[in-house]
């Protein structure tokens, strides 16, 4: 469940930076891409947070949190890369 609430979250965080980019591209026009990178940056930190906080505090090893880290980070950010190229 867990999982779920953060790819929810990540989804979110995503809606909120490219609306961002969005309102900012009046006046900067790289905004969308600055927003994107910007995301993707912050959820990699995000994502290495919780697998840590995994093996660290759960008790879980690496390898077991090493696939969940991959589906928290890689979905949100490949939704994101694939927004910037399609839609921006």
Do not use: C, D, Q
Not at 32 to 60: K, Q, S
Not at 63 to 79: G, H, R
Request: charged share 10%; net charge positive; glycine share 10%.
């Amino acid at each position: 469940m867990r999982t779920v609430f953060f790819l929810v979250a990540g989804l979110l965080l995503l809606g909120a930076a490219l609306l961002l980019g969005k309102l900012f591209s009046a006046h900067y026009p790289g905004a969308a891409f600055v927003a994107t990178v910007g995301f993707v940056a912050l959820w990699l930190i995000i994502a290495g947070i919780n697998m840590w906080v995994g093996v660290a505090r759960a008790g879980y090893s690496v390898t077991e949190e090493l696939p969940i880290f991959l589906l928290i980070f890689s979905v949100p950010a490949a939704v994101a890369i694939l927004l910037k190229w399609k839609v921006f």
